[in-house]
């Protein structure tokens, strides 16, 4: 019996963030959506099934794994939206007697396949998977998370970050393995932990009295920065002076981040690294945020925000909800984004006022203007943000660049855009 993980044909809502990674690659804690499912099966073999577009990145980044290829006989598909817990492989056994289908609400969580219907699977692994591919498996109803939305990974971040924590730190020898030098203000010692070769400098002030403060490998905390109440600072990350992180903020790998900063998720080699604040936000990687770009994340009646995805606008539910922001976009200085902005994949958004609240892959302009971002210039710029970080634009990234400015040409033309 083997894992796969896949993806479904909801998908979809979680964009811009999806153009470029898969489903299971979205992060909510410290960990992958992937990483949680894997640790629930330790040991066990998997695969990994995706978007046909996305096979040569995925691949390239996975090349020890078999890409939209199963070769056993019985398999357990597991969705790459949910969330698993701890005791998963309890609710949904790797071997339970026979084929069946896990569903939590109306999302499939998980098949159990072997035999004839297996072969028959096998045969369209290109396809999103919906209900009708397992049609005739018995269904057994579960209580297992899932995200629907982008907001649902910010919305369940502190309780996976939680989760992370303790998982990570339990095989830890001890909590401080970094430099953290004489000066540095710490409230909530047994809940602070510092890895191997990260610093945290004097006059910073950690306080982990109310969640848990992870520094990663290579992080550095500047003199005077203040990190409040479950927050995870990734690898080779910076948290400059003066900024002040708190409530539930997970940073990954390679980013700068100052300011002030709440209720967010900041994926790996990502800049916002001046003043202005951030809030109940999902931004994506090689994002640089402009000195002095805000975010509204509290409309002024107080009531629930209301955000387009797909075609449609969705009432979130939310009193509290930020920006969505897709990856290799940036924004000017003093740019305003309000309540509940989606900003999509490679968007350069500067002038003044406020913008849209949604902005298509690849939108040049702000709140006087917008048109198409020029593909060929949108390139440029972003193979020269990622040589600063020293990574050269594989062939395979370059084009997936592109294949991202075809498929949403579609909501570019809905608002006038030349194409």
């Known amino acids: 019996m083997q894992l796969c993980l896949f993806e479904d044909i909801y998908y979809e809502r979680l964009e811009p963030l999806i153009f470029s990674r898969t489903t299971y690659d979205l992060i909510c804690g410290i960990n992958s959506l992937r990483s949680k499912i894997l640790r629930a099966y330790p040991g066990v073999p998997y695969s990994i099934h995706c978007r046909q577009y996305l096979e040569p990145m995925v691949k390239s980044r996975n090349a020890t794994l078999s890409v939209n290829h199963i070769d056993g006989d019985s398999c357990l598909f597991i969705n790459g939206r949910i969330i698993a817990p701890a005791n998963m492989a309890e609710i949904i056994p790797l071997n339970d007697g026979g084929n069946k289908i896990y569903i939590s609400g109306d999302t499939i969580v998980a098949v159990r396949v072997s035999g004839l219907k297996l072969e028959e699977i096998k045969a369209n692994l290109f396809d999103l998977f919906s209900l009708a591919d397992f049609d005739g498996i018995a269904i057994e109803r579960v209580e297992i998370k899932h995200i629907d939305y982008i907001w649902d990974l910010i919305t369940y971040n502190r309780e996976e970050f939680l989760n992370d924590f303790n998982y990570l730190v339990e095989a830890k020898p001890k909590r401080i393995l970094g430099t953290v030098h004489d000066g540095v203000h710490i409230l909530g010692k047994e809940n602070f932990f510092v890895d191997e070769n990260a610093i945290v400098m004097p006059g910073a002030v950690v306080d982990a009295t109310e969640g848990p403060v992870y520094i990663d490998k290579y992080a550095k905390v500047y003199p005077n920065a203040v990190l409040e109440n479950a927050i995870y600072v990734g690898e080779g990350s910076h948290v400059k002076s003066c900024a002040r992180i708190h409530d539930n903020v997970s940073i990954g790998k390679v980013c700068k981040v100052g300011g002030e900063v709440e209720d967010s998720i900041i994926l790996p080699y990502s800049n916002k690294q001046h003043s202005g604040f951030m809030g109940?936000?999902?931004?994506?990687?090689?994002?640089?945020?402009?000195?002095?770009?805000?975010?509204?994340?509290?409309?002024?009646?107080?009531?629930?925000?209301?955000?387009?995805?797909?075609?449609?606008?969705?009432?979130?539910?939310?009193?509290?909800?930020?920006?969505?922001?897709?990856?290799?976009?940036?924004?000017?200085?003093?740019?305003?984004?309000?309540?509940?902005?989606?900003?999509?994949?490679?968007?350069?958004?500067?002038?003044?006022?406020f913008p849209a609240k949604y902005l298509p892959s690849f939108s040049w302009g702000g709140g006087k203007s917008v048109t198409t971002y020029d593909l060929d210039r949108s390139i440029e710029t972003a193979k020269r943000a990622m040589l600063r970080r020293d990574h050269t634009m594989a062939e395979f990234e370059e084009r997936l660049f592109r294949k991202v400015f075809d498929i949403t040409k579609k909501e570019r033309r809905k608002r006038g855009y030349p194409y």
Do not use: P, R
């Open 280 to 353: 109940h936000a999902y931004i994506g990687s090689w994002v640089n945020i402009g000195a002095d770009t805000n975010n509204s994340d509290l409309k002024n009646n107080y009531g629930t925000v209301k955000i387009y995805v797909n075609g449609e606008v969705v009432d979130s539910g939310l009193q509290f909800l930020g920006a969505i922001i897709g990856d290799h976009s940036k924004t000017a200085i003093n740019t305003m984004l309000n309540t509940g902005t989606i900003i999509g994949y490679s968007c350069n958004i500067f002038d003044g006022g």
